[in-house]
């Protein structure tokens, strides 16, 4: 078993929102590890960063992904930082990969600066720009196929993941 299509990408770039969509168009099931984490913990992602620490969080996000890339067949969503470890690089070979690319302006703008999420709290905008510096290369390194996400609609960027990756 094997998922149709994993999203990857930084916070804003709509793995959640195009996942959940693409996954409609697929007739498959959507599955997000940030999910599938906060199940395990019992807990949201902000609380195990501040109750935990990061160390913890990125140990309980890399089981989830290699539990769903062995048994999810359908559209899977991996938290933007999932990438970092190289366990999950290497997993995610053979893959259908999709990069979801977004600029700092539009992912400001989805992600909010008034942001919970646990790595853009102080400065966040500073904070997203050194973050989706750091991991372009990553993503851009595991994609098939990148896809830009600023001023489209979720409909056309699954558009253009189903042109680009599905037979």
């Known amino acids: 078993m094997s998922p149709r299509v994993v999203l990857i990408g930084p916070p804003g770039?709509?793995?959640?929102?195009?996942?959940?969509?693409?996954?409609?168009r697929l007739g498959a099931a959507f599955r997000d590890t940030d999910t599938d984490v906060e199940v395990v913990a019992g807990k949201p992602v902000g609380d195990i960063f501040v109750?935990?620490?990061?160390?913890?969080?990125?140990?309980?996000?890399?089981?989830?992904?290699?539990l769903?890339?062995?048994?999810?067949?359908?559209?899977?969503?991996?938290?933007?930082?999932?990438?970092?470890?190289?366990a999950t690089r290497e997993l995610l070979a053979g893959h259908p990969v999709v990069y979801l690319e977004v600029g700092l302006s539009q992912a400001v703008q989805?992600?909010?600066l008034a942001s919970a999420r646990p790595l853009l709290v102080l400065?966040?905008?500073?904070?997203?720009?050194?973050?989706?510096?750091?991991?372009?290369p990553i993503y851009e390194g595991l994609a098939a196929v990148v896809v830009?996400?600023?001023e489209r609609k979720p409909d056309e960027v699954v558009d253009e993941i189903v042109k680009g990756l599905l037979p």
Do not use: C, I, W
Request: charged fraction near 35%; avoid cysteine; proline fraction near 1%.
């Open 123 to 136: 400065n966040p905008r500073s904070q997203l720009k050194k973050l989706m510096d750091a991991r372009r």
């Open 68 to 86: 769903a890339l062995a048994e999810h067949d359908g559209v899977l969503s991996l938290g933007g930082g999932a990438v970092l470890a190289e």
């Open 13 to 24: 770039s709509g793995k959640s929102t195009v996942g959940r969509l693409l996954a409609d």
């Open 148 to 150: 830009a996400t600023d």
């Open 51 to 66: 109750e935990d620490g990061e160390e913890r969080f990125r140990e309980l996000e890399a089981a989830a992904v290699r």
């Open 110 to 112: 989805r992600v909010g």
